[in-house]
């Protein structure tokens, strides 16, 4: 009578963990495509907020909240939805990842849906594999890492790397595609489909196109690595999430608390092996092997497929000898290396850096960022701040800010400057390492001076004014401060056929600056501008100052 | 011959042999997607999707400049400038209009309606460095109820352009008032050859001149190069392009733009004007409620006038005694028929 029920309801459990799959993955892709920004209109006047709980996913991250806790000793943003969802794993066990992850929905989704590999191959891979144990090592190494304040969990994190390739890579790479098929149909298509290509433009350009083209420096290689990622998943089922994910490996060793699992009845089993045809996790759920719980995405598939029976979920499963193994296979050597690994890194990179020496002057961070050190203990390089940014000003750096840095924000005024009265970065920053900024704060209001992330140099030999006698305004006309930071001392120049004139020369006062680029952005010498904007003085850092 | 099936008749997968049939069938599809790909190209080059804006154009290419008219034809010259003074922006538009002979001398039922307001900066309305929200309104409802058939708003601002008009309240109110907002695509940006003195030709967005007509409706701003930023000066915004060039010579390219495009009307906003930290301001400190409005066919006169709310001669403005040259129109005040409107508030 039991395995007739459990075969009843497994297939509408099928359903139902597909159907939670699905509505988080949408979940997933409204919150990002409405990370953008018209946003809410509040703070007098200026649409500063986005109504939507854009940080959801990041918030309910436990890597990411004990990655902050470990590196920074700080309680992440939103840490009791990071708490649940770990009290849950202790409960049942990874259900994140089989119902939850949408990257772990994508993954799933490429080795599935008209799946390379069928019948014995699809088996045989399906099997546990020593390798499933990399992720540990990925794990660990990244945790003693962020023990001596390393912290480089975005890296690898399930919901950072999704985040990061989508908003950098994917979906500007659509934009380029769907804007450049509209464009030309608005342009040169028949009259017939001018007007609808127009409007569905208008109806595009906020959630997908982004308000101008977005382009990110180094998106090539996040995007390479996403697509290399989920195409694996067709010749090994969710490569990644048995492989790689470093949250998937916290929640195995949490899973191994769980008092749920699999119950497996040899006595009706006859070793078809249909169980490992459909299994996710590479988790044994066979009769006659041991289940490794650690490796379960609680997929339930096995369940379902098992056409005996055999095979249930329940609390307190009986036969603890087939249940779980006393510890899951991490190999002792696997983790002593990552933990090596992960503290190794640390002087590595540290002392294979100057920029502990010297500040670095293209490293231009969002208004609201704080110290460098407790920066880079923060940030998680999701990307939220690059996406939402209105400009494409903040862009993922490369070789700004060390090998540490790579891919955590930058201002990069030829691409983008800082719209002086937009804080929308820091409202999506889902770990404080740009802290949550009010437009009085960062305009420093009427009477205040601004938040000031870096300053403007004039290059004399390149500007046209100062080195060739042109009039041109420009950086002044653009400079949002009041009263400007740049400002005219009026000169008179000696022409080639010998007349005078009057010229006003533009000079930059640096305590009136904030470093928001919009000079640089606008100057008209195109390739390098004749006044850019250094990291020089910016406020966040005692040994980046240069005024007494 | 037939074609060769491999051992086991299936060609499903990777080994599966090239039909002829298959091949053929790929390269017309692939020749159909270059032949349409290199069609688009060549159409967009040939600036074949040009169409109403071309044929709305009465300049011809050669040496004279191309000029774009929205003036209305009857005697606009008999028509005073008018100085309103001493109400609500909405007041002020009011009166001046009535002034004008209403908004039915200027706009007649059916016709397509451009404003183009100055929506540059992402700022608040009390920064006075975009237009007056509630004057944009006004106008737009104005135009409706002359039985416009459409009613636009644009402009190519400076800031990103939806924070633009966002935050100075101008897309918001041209919304409340019916109108429709366009926020220039760069995509359909076509290089013109406009023949005047500075500016030979320019990339120019077409929907600012595909109407019937257009209304001028800048704010006065301090700007630390033209002085004051006025009326003609605000052409900047239908243009594309690399427009910081154009600051080399100001004069000269605004004086030029104003002659290229002649405005059904010309109402400056300067119910706050801007007196320093142009053209942008920032704090409420650098903004005067001068609480006036100045409306005009003649767009010299009419910065003419509002130049004198910033203490400055027309005579001073370079830019405004080369359009005075050119015929564009009036500087001497001495000369103008000038009505001045109190709005009792």
């Not at chain 1, 040899?266 to 044994?284: E, F, R, T, V």
Request: hydrophobic content about 45%.
């Amino acid at each position: 009578m039991t395995q007739a029920r459990d075969r009843h309801h497994a297939p509408w459990l099928i359903q139902a963990r597909r159907a939670s799959q699905g509505l988080f993955l949408l979940l997933f892709f409204l919150l990002l495509l409405e990370t953008t920004y018209p946003a809410r209109t509040i703070d007098s006047g200026f649409a500063n907020e986005i109504p939507y709980p854009v940080r959801l996913f990041l918030e309910a991250d436990p890597l990411a909240a004990l990655s902050a806790l470990i590196s920074s000793h700080r309680v992440a943003r939103g840490v009791l939805l990071a708490v649940a969802v770990a009290a849950g794993t202790v409960l049942v066990g990874r259900f994140f990842c089989g119902w939850v992850c949408p990257l772990g929905t994508l993954s799933h989704v490429i080795g599935t849906w008209r799946p390379r590999l069928k019948g014995s191959r699809r088996i045989d891979r399906n099997r546990t594999k020593g390798w499933q144990s990399w992720k540990y090592a990925v794990l660990f190494g990244f945790l003693s890492a962020s023990v001596f304040s390393v912290m480089q969990i975005g890296l690898l994190d399930p919901l950072c790397f999704l985040i990061r390739s989508l908003s950098l890579s994917i979906l500007p790479g659509v934009a380029l595609v769907v804007r450049f098929a509209l464009d030309t149909l608005t342009r040169s298509g028949p009259e017939l489909l001018r007007g609808p290509a127009d409007a569905l433009y208008n109806a595009l350009q906020v959630p997908l196109l982004g308000l101008s083209q977005p382009r990110f420096q180094s998106a090539w290689l996040v995007g390479l690595l996403f697509v290399t990622m989920l195409f694996l998943s067709r010749f090994l089922p969710r490569f990644w999430c048995r492989a790689i994910c470093p949250l998937g490996a916290l929640m195995g060793l949490m899973a191994k608390l769980s008092p749920f699992g699999l119950q497996k009845r040899k006595d009706l089993c006859d070793d078809c092996n249909i169980c490992l045809l459909h299994c996710q996790g590479a988790d044994s759920p066979q009769p006659g092997a041991r289940w490794v719980q650690s490796e379960c995405h609680l997929c339930l598939n096995c369940t379902a497929a098992c056409p005996r029976g055999a095979l249930s979920f329940r609390f307190f499963p009986g036969t603890p000898e087939e249940r779980t193994k006393a510890v899951p296979d991490l190999g002792r050597r696997r983790v002593v290396g990552g933990l090596a690994a992960g503290a190794a890194f640390v002087p590595l990179v540290r002392s294979g850096s100057i920029l502990s020496v010297r500040p670095a002057p293209a490293r231009i961070r969002p208004p609201g960022s704080v110290a460098e050190a407790a920066f880079l203990e923060r940030c998680v390089k999701c990307g939220e701040c690059m996406r939402v940014c209105p400009t494409h000003a903040l862009q993922p750096a490369w070789t700004e800010a060390g090998i540490e840095g790579l891919w955590s924000p930058v201002l990069v005024p030829r691409i983008g400057y800082c719209e002086w009265n937009c804080v929308l970065c820091s409202t999506v920053c889902p770990t404080n390492a740009i802290e949550a900024l009010t437009r009085e704060r960062k305009t420093g209001g009427e009477n205040g001076y601004p938040f000031k992330m870096g300053t403007a140099f004039i290059d004399r030999g390149r500007c046209l004014p100062h080195s060739l006698g042109i009039p041109c305004i420009v950086c002044e006309e653009w400079c949002p401060t009041s009263p400007k930071a740049i400002w005219f001392e009026e000169a008179e120049i000696v022409s080639r056929d010998g007349g005078r004139q009057t010229i006003k020369l533009p000079r930059v006062d640096p305590k009136r600056c904030n470093g928001c680029g919009a000079c640089e952005y606008a100057c008209p010498v195109r390739d390098s501008a004749a006044i850019r904007v250094t990291s020089a003085g910016e406020q966040r850092d005692a040994n980046n100052q240069f005024l007494l | 011959m037939p074609p060769i099936e491999p051992p086991d008749g299936s060609s499903k997968g990777m080994g599966a042999p090239i039909t002829r049939r298959k091949l053929l069938l790929t390269g017309v599809a692939a020749a159909a997607g270059i032949a349409g790909t290199s069609g688009a190209i060549w159409t967009r080059k040939k600036g074949l999707w040009l169409g109403r804006f071309e044929e709305g154009s009465s300049g011809k290419a050669g040496e004279t400049p191309r000029v774009f008219d929205f003036r209305v034809e009857q005697a606009a010259a008999a028509l005073p400038v008018v100085v309103a003074t001493g109400g609500s922006p909405s007041a002020l538009a009011r009166s001046a209009l009535d002034a004008l002979g209403g908004i039915g001398t200027f706009i007649k039922r059916g016709e397509r309606v451009l404003i183009k307001p100055n929506v540059g900066w992402d700022r608040a309305p009390e920064m006075a460095a975009n237009t007056n929200p509630e004057l944009v309104k006004t106008l737009c409802e104005m135009c409706w109820n002359a039985g416009a058939a459409a009613v636009i708003v644009s402009d190519n601002t400076c800031n990103e352009m939806h924070r633009c008009f966002d935050s100075s309240g101008i897309g918001a109110a041209a919304k409340a008032a019916g109108a429709e907002v366009v926020f220039p695509r760069d995509a359909l940006l076509k290089e013109l050859d406009f023949n005047g003195e500075a500016i030979r030709s320019w990339p120019v967005y077409p929907h600012f001149f595909e109407v019937d007509r257009l209304i001028n409706v800048p704010v006065a701003k301090q700007h630390s190069l033209a002085r004051v930023t006025l009326g003609m000066k605000n052409w900047f915004g239908v243009i594309g392009g690399l427009r910081f060039r154009l600051h080399q010579s100001v004069d000269r390219c605004v004086a030029d733009l104003a002659t290229f495009i002649r405005p059904t009307l010309t109402v400056i906003d300067a119910y706050r004007i801007l007196l320093r930290n142009g053209p942008q301001g920032g704090r409420v400190s650098d903004v005067k409620v001068a609480g006036t409005l100045i409306a005009s066919v003649d767009p010299v006169s009419a910065d003419v006038l509002a130049a004198t709310l910033f203490d400055i001669k027309g005579e001073d403005l370079p830019y405004l005694r080369i359009a005075h040259s050119r015929g564009l129109g009036e500087i001497d005040r001495q000369r103008m028929s000038i009505r001045e409107t109190a709005v009792a508030s």
